[in-house]
């Protein structure tokens, strides 16, 4: 893969440092907590592809990315494997996930919510939000950050879409997978997971611009942040 070609390696050169990240990331003029969302653009996502399905959403399902990520400032250049692997090896228009969480609790713009999911397994994603951690839970356990920025994204969504908390299911929960990993699945199953997206405040869900998503993106890459 070229990746060079792809925007985030740009904000590499420039010297980055975790305070210009922390800025990035301290801009808001809201009371509410605020996720930041790295757009598709810039972390390099390859625009969709025909045949992708509208559909209207009503849950939400977790699942893990299945492979171990032991280094967080890998986690831009895995999407961009995921992404590839999703078009040309599965053969879907896009991305499978609408959101994808790194291990520091980053949040990626995945799939547009307005289309339907995609999976390998025998379940229906329609009407599904399709939200990924990355790593595998079978072999790593989430970190505060992650499950934080889970939370986030759950709690913004049944605010946004109208659904409960019981309406989150784990990828496990509808098919023959060991999907999201044991140790993510134990805080959907113990009740923890649903029970916060119950009490939290839903945060404002605030895309990042071009920039703000590049100089966040090589911060990540840096290990800065
Ligand atoms: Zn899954």
């Known amino acids: 893969m070229d990746l060079t070609r792809r925007g985030f390696l740009i904000g590499l050169t420039a010297g980055v440092g975790a305070s210009a990240a922390r800025r990035i990331l301290g801009r808001s003029s809201l009371a509410r907590p605020t996720l930041h969302l790295i757009p598709r653009a810039a972390w390099g996502a390859a625009p969709p592809g025909p045949g992708l399905v509208p559909h ?4 939400a399902t977790i699942h893990h990315t299945g492979v171990v990520l032991a280094d967080n400032r890998r986690a831009p250049t895995r999407l961009l494997e995921w992404d590839a692997l999703h078009r040309h090896e599965r053969g879907w228009a896009d ?34 939000l399709l939200v990924a951690c990355e790593g595998s839970f079978s072999e790593q356990s989430p970190t505060r950050r992650q499950l934080d920025a889970l939370v986030g994204i759950l709690t913004w969504a049944a605010a946004s879409y109208g659904f409960t908390p019981t309406a989150i299911d784990g990828h496990r929960d509808l ?10 699945y134990a805080a959907i199953a113990d009740g923890t997971l649903p029970r916060r997206v ?9 895309r990042l611009s071009l920039h703000d998503g590049h100089m966040l993106l090589a911060a990540i890459a840096d290990g800065t942040i």
Not at 100 to 112: A, I, K, P, T
């Open 95 to 128: 991305l499978a996930y609408h959101f994808v969480v790194d291990r520091n609790g980053h949040l990626y713009e995945g799939r547009d919510p307005a289309y339907r999911g995609d999976t390998a397994t025998s379940y229906d994603p329609a009407g599904r």
């Open 56 to 59: 209207t959403i009503d849950r």
């Open 175 to 184: 098919a023959a997978t060991d999907c999201p990993g044991d140790t993510l």
């Open 198 to 206: 119950a009490t939290v405040d839903a945060p404002h869900l605030r």
